[in-house]
């Protein structure tokens, strides 16, 4: 602490409040007309040092949080993910864990916090979220063990991929029939992309002309469009592995083609408004979800399940698993098989039948 007259005639007083939860100093300064306040400042300050300090033997949930590990995060996620961080920590684990310290979090009071989740995916995120922040508090001194990695009882799994999202699509002779369907042009490119590339939604937002070789007849995927604070921008894929190339079939060769002589070789983004700028994701999802309604006798196919649909629509038509996880964009087969493989009774008919023909014949 220290006091001392400026040459103007003011006193300017300095109080070190120690370290703060990210381990640099802290200082507070101020300026008074006359030593005397200076004097009381000091000692106001000084004495709200003492009684808001935040040990590591006294700090709570809330207190780490919002101190440290959003600030933390917030320079480093994306937008969307940091949002969905966000919704775990303000509606359901502070609420119930905050005003605990962080060293008194036990198995039982994580397994308060899954009980009162509504789903299973729910639970599993939030879980998700709250072990990221002991790993932090781990990584910096104030936990010795994280509690959130210890093995819970989560809520029954009701909701499996096949009975949600609408309906997919397992063969390319389905996609076929599907897009002669569609007679919107933005409708029309967006559709043959996610059924054709299996894109991510923002990969197919993000999609310019010169990302396709017409001559090489690949698709190079290096940008997704996605939300940030200040709205949607453009920005590098989700992982290594999203930065890929991608073979077009025929179809989707010549629907590409076509287009891009209709605009006269166009540059910039393939998927457009009518005013022809990059189309937003959100409005076209809205404008393809009320396309749908009004066609009732249409297959109901989500931008999600148009993903689904090219990756068991491979598998179906006799691609490896593996090429359909690179092509798909995953880091581990694994995600591939367990969330974007979907297949019907009525396929594995047709394919009994092709086996048992085979053997009759043989």
Not at 115 to 121: E, N, P
Request: charged residues 25%; proline residues 4%; positive net charge.
């Amino acid at each position: 602490m220290a006091i001392y007259k400026t040459p103007s005639g003011k006193w300017r007083v300095q109080v070190d409040l120690g370290a703060g939860l990210d381990g640099k100093r802290k200082r507070k300064t101020g300026t008074f007309p006359t030593k005397r306040e200076a004097q009381m400042a000091e000692h106001h300050w000084a004495e709200l040092s003492r009684t808001n300090s935040l040990s590591k033997n006294s700090i709570t949930l809330l207190e780490f949080t919002r101190e440290v590990y959003i600030p933390a995060k917030e320079q480093k996620l994306r937008y969307s993910t940091f949002r969905r961080y966000l919704i775990d920590i303000n509606k359901r684990i502070l609420p119930l864990l905050g005003n605990k310290r962080l060293d008194a979090i036990g198995h039982s009071d994580v397994q308060k916090l899954i009980d009162g989740c509504k789903s299973h995916k729910v639970a599993v995120t939030t879980r998700a979220t709250l072990r990221q922040i002991f790993n932090l508090a781990i990584n910096m001194g104030f936990l010795v063990q994280n509690v959130a990695v210890q093995s819970y009882d989560m809520p029954k799994n009701t909701v499996h991929p096949d009975e949600h999202n609408g309906d997919w699509l397992t063969t390319f002779d389905e996609h076929s029939a599907f897009l002669q369907q569609i007679d919107n042009e933005l409708f029309q490119t967006r559709a043959y992309l996610g059924l054709g590339l299996g894109l991510r939604r923002g990969e197919i937002f993000g999609l310019n002309w010169d990302d396709i070789d017409f001559s090489k007849k690949l698709v190079h995927i290096q940008r997704t469009y996605i939300r940030e604070s200040g709205g949607y921008e453009l920005m590098s894929p989700k992982t290594y592995e999203s930065d890929r190339y991608i073979p077009m079939h025929p179809a989707l060769f010549s629907f590409l083609m076509a287009l891009y002589e209709k605009r006269a070789h166009p540059t910039g983004a393939v998927v457009i408004s009518r005013k022809g700028l990059r189309a937003s994701p959100i409005k076209t999802s809205a404008r393809w979800t009320a396309f749908l309604k009004r066609h009732p006798e249409m297959p109901t196919v989500s931008i999600l399940n148009m993903r689904h649909s090219f990756a068991t629509s491979c598998l179906n038509a006799g691609i490896d698993v593996t090429k359909v996880s690179k092509m798909l964009g995953h880091t581990n087969i694994t995600t591939t098989v367990r969330r974007y493989i979907r297949f019907k009774a009525e396929d594995l008919v047709v394919e009994f039948d092709q086996i048992m023909g085979q053997k009759e014949e043989v």
